[in-house]
């Protein structure tokens, strides 16, 4: 299909954007004045994003742009990644510059935070408070999505086919925009009350911040080599598994909350599902945890709880070393990280939904292979919307991007396996990590990783991150793109 994109300069304004927002860490040196010398990493990179985006946008204005689009989701999905490359790229420069971080490094730290996975190869011990607060940023920005921030600054023609491109299915309020500016109020306002709570229990107000952003963005970095494990608070753990909790929530079922509509609540089918997989499996890892290591039950509910959220919001806070674990725990953590949290949440994962109408779906066909009737019954799932039936075509979305997923984990672990020269579980775990975007780590993952190892898991979190399919309908449009421009030349000639 023919569209003349008279207005659209979407290109310039993430440009425009992302170097804005490459700038916002420079804040830090008003309390942190020390850290100057090296604000020209993000100065550079920031103002050629922003010049050349302004000039990509007086381009468009002056001359009408024609393309040949399949679809309106072909045209998402393409911007899409592209505003997402460009911001890993943009992401990734501050290291590049500085030489912190070789280029691929880079671009894997860039990665892991803008999808909010939280797999890191920095060493925070020596990193200073601005490249802290980057990292950080890129977590707390990247769960609200691209996408999500232009659509807070412009709307335009093709505002609501981005919106869920990106992976956004619910709406809020009638009118989009108004959906937008709800979506930041929450996370906002949720931003604020867990960093005064964290400041409240003892953490400094940058640690505060830092660890409020990415505990509500489901991210996971952290400024300490252990993770929230570091504080040996119980009052700060459970603050992050509130935080978690909020982050993983689909945020029409937070609104919900909000207005305090709990009956609607209580009947949201992924939300029962959390809830079931969160007590199910605490009591699992309490069991192997208290029996192979010989931990009392307190430490083992302790530790267990912590890391089930974790692992199951797609957050990827820690407070133990898993590498001692025994292999049920673990297992356990494999099973949450590959399930995910909440359909459009800031986490990753298959997401609660999908594995919920997965199990409708086996429920009904079980019990029509073993009854005598034959009869044709729907089944339903309950939304923050209301009670839903869940048709033939979302069956099929869903099994087939279960099916997707699940072959490109094991693909996935092999890889990893082979190039990691590392067991099975091990492998498995960390790519159920990457893949998931939750970012607990077995060990697999560090400073002194190759680069394939790296290339491979950065794969892992862009493809978790985006929903999959955005990324092959994204690479078609572009494929086809390039193909229209190139015969439309040839004809010119």
């Not at 306002?189 to 400041?199: A, F």
């Not at 609660?352 to 009869?375: D, E, G, N, W």
Request: proline share 2%.
């Amino acid at each position: 299909m023919k569209r003349i994109l008279k207005s659209n300069n979407y290109y310039g304004q993430f440009l425009i954007l992302i170097g804005m927002l490459l700038l916002v860490p420079l804040v830090t040196l008003l309390f942190y004045p020390e850290d100057i010398s090296l604000s020209y990493a993000f100065i550079i990179p920031a103002m050629a994003s922003i010049l050349l985006g302004l000039g990509i946008c007086y381009w468009h204005n002056q001359k009408k742009v024609s393309m040949h689009w399949r679809s309106s989701i072909h045209e998402g999905s393409l911007t899409v990644l592209y505003a997402w490359f460009i911001g890993i790229i943009l992401g990734a420069l501050p290291f590049v510059i500085s030489k912190q971080l070789t280029l691929i490094q880079a671009l894997f730290e860039a990665v892991s935070g803008w999808t909010t996975t939280g797999l890191s190869i920095v060493d925070v011990t020596k990193i200073n408070h601005l490249f802290q607060f980057h990292r950080c940023f890129m977590q707390f920005c990247g769960g609200l999505g691209f996408i999500m921030m232009i659509l807070f600054f412009v709307q335009e023609n093709q505002s609501a086919n981005l919106y869920d491109a990106e992976g956004h299915p619910d709406r809020l309020e009638p009118r989009l925009i108004n959906t937008v500016h709800m979506i930041f109020s929450i996370y906002f306002i949720s931003l604020m009350i867990g960093t005064i709570l964290y400041r409240i229990f003892g953490m400094n107000w940058f640690d505060s911040l830092f660890h409020a952003m990415c505990s509500l963005s489901t991210g996971g970095f952290s400024t300490q080599v252990d993770s929230i494990g570091a504080y040996h608070s119980l009052a700060i753990e459970w603050v992050t598994i509130l935080l978690m909790i909020v982050g993983t929530t689909n945020f029409a079922v937070l609104l919900l909350m909000v207005k305090g509509k709990w009956r609607k609540v209580k009947k949201v089918s992924e939300l029962r599902l959390f809830a079931f997989l969160i007590s199910f499996f605490t009591i699992i890892v309490t069991i192997s945890l208290s029996y192979s290591l010989y931990m009392s039950i307190g430490e083992s509910f302790r530790s267990a709880i912590f890391n089930v959220v974790s692992a199951l919001s797609t957050t990827g806070y820690s407070t133990t070393s898993y590498q001692q674990w025994p292999a049920l725990a673990v297992l356990s953590l494999i099973i949450l990280m590959l399930v995910g949290g909440g359909y459009g949440s800031t986490a990753g994962g298959m997401k609660l939904t999908r594995v919920y109408i997965a199990l409708k779906i086996f429920k009904k066909t079980f019990f029509q292979k073993i009854s005598s009737k034959r009869s044709v019954c729907k089944i339903y799932h309950y939304r923050a919307q209301g009670k839903t039936e869940i048709t033939p075509s979302l069956i099929q979305d869903t099994v087939s991007y279960i099916l997707i997923y699940l072959i490109l984990f094991i693909l996935g672990t092999g890889l990893l396996s082979f190039f990691a020269n590392c067991d099975l579980q091990s492998a498995m775990f960390e790519f159920a990590s990457a893949l998931g975007t939750v970012g607990l780590s077995i060990g697999i993952t560090s400073p002194t990783a190759s680069n394939i190892i790296l290339i491979i898991e950065m794969i892992g979190m862009l493809l978790g991150r985006l929903e999959i399919f955005v990324v092959f309908i994204g690479i078609h449009a572009g494929i086809y793109k390039v193909r229209d421009l190139f015969f439309r030349s040839r004809i010119l000639r």
